[in-house]
């Protein structure tokens, strides 16, 4: 059984919100908006970043699986509550099947980082059940889907109920009462839309010279294309790298009021995401997953290659969503950053069946600066000589120039590995 049933609201309005704020008052964290000096001294704008890492679960999806739940009848509670989630909804709803006696079946998909896992199970204890299947979110929804059609279970959906938007965009109210003034944009991170509908259909009566944009990953802007297409479409593809925000297809509700409302969402490379998550970690002190520095990585100054150009002397809040990282991803994330930053390439070098080419390759062609972050022989039964994968990282990314320059000159075989090819994918 759907939670979109007749009993529940055909629309999120500013109303609504505010009676979610309401209900959901004693279940979650009013959260603290800090000044990002890194960010306003890169903008010249007053840029705030919104502390949703800090509630229980460290992610804003407490506030819609509240929301929700909060307004079942006593029947509809005694049918029991699935969901799909990649983690983070997964931990709102269990904390509320818990707190409110209901029981609970959660699919995460199998790309769910183990730390995600273990917390909802402690969120959840006896009233939920977690199942881990399917490749991506969208299996996860689906499977969801089948199993409360199957058991009369309600499904309460991650970002594609008025319930749950409702509840997301609280964080829009809180902004409104923690500033003096109505902030000039509002940066929030996309996966299904369910927050950024939330935060606009708010803003949208009572910040109405607010900006409210939308950052998606760039591997997985599903909203931005159902914007383009004027309908949600499923896309072939997706890098689930911001696993908190990597779906397929965005949200039918959610793609009606950010269309209606004519919100900008941009794609914001998941390279770049990589590099904020480790300057909030290395600056900040912030514990970032992927979908928590989406938005953040989104702005930066006017003239620069950011997705969200802000204009120095505005005043900026980004949503820092989540902060559920597993510390065993963080060498992903630097090898994302490093190629993004242009700092780390790889090539297949052919040395020949003689003594020193690997000697003459470390003299002569690498730089003073440069290091060999990865070296494999392509052909594992010749150890000594032949093709081998190597990964170079530069001191400076300015010094490919002249790295490239000096394997041109070299009688060495070198070949640049495009970040497009099967073999890139297949060793990094």
Same mark, same amino acid.
């Given at each position: ?11 999120? +309005? ?6 979610? $704020? $309401?209900? #959901?008052?004693?279940? =979650? ?24 890492? &800090? ?6 999806? =407490? ?28 931990? %709102? ?35 939920? +059940? ?23 279970? &309600? &499904?309460?959906?991650?970002? /594609? ?5 409702? %509840?997301?965009?609280? #964080?829009?109210?809180?902004? $409104? ?14 996966? *299904?839309? *369910? ?66 409302? %004519? !919100? ?15 300057? &909030? ?24 290659? $950011? ?15 989540? %902060? ?17 930053? *242009? ?28 290091? =060999? ?26 010094? !490919? ?18 970040? /497009? ?8």
């Amino acid at each position: 059984m759907l939670i979109d049933g007749t009993s529940a609201p055909q629309q999120t +309005t500013a109303a609504d919100v505010q009676a979610a $704020a $309401a209900r #959901i008052s004693d279940s =979650i964290l009013t959260s603290p908006l800090h000044i990002s000096e890194r960010l306003s001294q890169a903008t010249g704008a007053t840029v705030y970043l919104k502390r949703e890492d &800090l509630q229980a679960v460290r992610s804003y999806k =407490i506030r819609g699986a509240f929301n929700c739940m909060l307004q079942l009848s006593e029947a509809e509670r005694a049918h029991g509550v699935v969901c799909a989630s990649a983690g983070n909804h997964a931990q %709102g709803f269990a904390r509320a099947c818990n707190e409110l006696g209901i029981a609970g079946r959660i699919i995460v998909p199998k790309t769910t980082p183990r730390q995600k896992i273990d917390r909802i199970r402690h969120f959840g204890g006896e009233r939920v +059940t977690v199942v881990i299947d399917g490749s991506t979110y969208d299996d996860s929804s689906d499977l969801a889907k089948r199993y409360a059609e199957q058991t009369g279970a &309600l &499904l309460v959906s991650a970002f /594609d109920d008025f319930r749950t938007i409702a %509840g997301q965009g609280t #964080i829009g109210a809180e902004i $409104a009462q923690q500033l003096p003034e109505a902030p000039d944009c509002i940066v929030v991170p996309v996966g *299904g839309g *369910g927050v950024l509908a939330g935060i606009a259909a708010y803003a949208a009566e009572h910040m109405p010279g607010t900006r409210v944009i939308g950052a998606e990953p760039e591997g997985a802007a599903s909203m931005i294309a159902a914007l383009t297409a004027g309908h949600p479409v499923t896309l072939e593809t997706v890098d689930s790298f911001a696993d908190g925000a990597a779906v397929r297809r965005a949200g039918e509700a959610t793609h009606a009021i950010i269309s209606e409302l %004519g !919100l900008e969402v941009d794609p914001v490379p998941e390279g770049r995401v990589a590099s904020e998550m480790l300057s &909030l970690y290395q600056v900040d002190g912030i514990i970032a997953e992927p979908a928590g520095a989406l938005a953040s990585a989104a702005v930066g100054a006017p003239g620069t290659d $950011a997705p969200v150009p802000v204009e120095p002397g505005s005043t900026v809040v980004c949503l820092v969503s989540g %902060g559920n990282n597993d510390i065993s991803r963080y060498s992903e994330v630097l090898e994302r950053s490093l190629v993004w930053e *242009g700092l780390r390439h790889y090539f297949i070098v052919d040395f020949p069946q003689e003594p020193g080419a690997l000697r003459r390759f470390l003299d002569e062609v690498l730089g003073a600066d440069d290091d =060999i972050s990865m070296f494999e022989y392509v052909k594992r039964s010749n150890r000594e000589t032949g093709p081998a994968f190597v990964g170079v990282t530069l001191g400076h990314a300015g010094d !490919l120039a002249a790295l490239l320059e000096r394997m041109d000159a070299s009688p060495l075989q070198i070949e640049k590995v495009a970040q /497009d090819s099967p073999l890139f994918r297949m060793f990094v």
